[in-house]
């Protein structure tokens, strides 16, 4: 070992030759190692189904989700237990604002329901910020995510403030309405 590196640092030109190769090798190994860690997940082969892209033609989807859940979420009907509209509310949201929600007092809601057209804020293949004009006036902006095939929403903040446009860039409608 001692006779490699008194070989190595002979010279200058041995000491820079080292260094890049050196350098090369570390590149290719960490492109080697990215291109194996892009790969499926699973061990089995198998891609990940659960986020699937989806085409920008689908913003209507994720609209019409967020229209569907703001009805459900925003007040809870008198006749029904808050049991009742947390179970209302299962099939239409994830599992993690399904977790938020277990401690959301509903008398905290904005109350009203969907009323007015809906304007996509932000849409990609997985996710949507869709905002919802409500009965009272208020306005919601409801986070949508394709989860395993199905737009659920995953998070829900009110409107306030900074509505989030951009001069020159008029926001998509859809055509979902309340």
């Given amino acids: 070992m001692a006779d490699l590196l008194s070989w190595a640092f002979h010279s200058p030109r041995r000491v820079v030759a080292l260094a890049v190769v050196l350098v090369a090798v570390l590149v290719g190994a960490g492109a080697a190692f990215r291109a194996v860690g892009s790969g499926p997940a699973s061990g089995d082969g198998s891609a990940d189904r659960s986020t699937q892209p989806v085409a920008l033609a689908d913003q209507g989807a994720a609209a019409a989700a967020a229209v569907t859940f703001t009805r459900a979420w925003a007040s809870k009907p008198a006749d029904r237990s808050v049991q009742q509209w947390r179970q209302d509310l299962h099939g239409l949201i994830t599992p993690e604002l399904e977790r938020l929600l277990a401690d959301t007092d509903p008398s ?3 109350g009203g329901s969907p009323s007015g057209r809906t304007v996509v804020r932000f849409v990609s293949g997985a996710s949507a910020m ?9 306005r919601v902006l409801v986070t949508v995510v394709l989860f395993n095939g199905r737009w659920l929403a995953n998070d829900v903040q009110p409107l306030a403030g900074n509505d989030g446009d951009v001069p020159g860039v008029a926001p998509s409608t859809s055509g979902a309405k309340g």
């Fill in 130 to 138: 869709i905002e919802v004009p409500l009965s009272t006036g208020r």
């Fill in 108 to 110: 905290s809601l904005p």
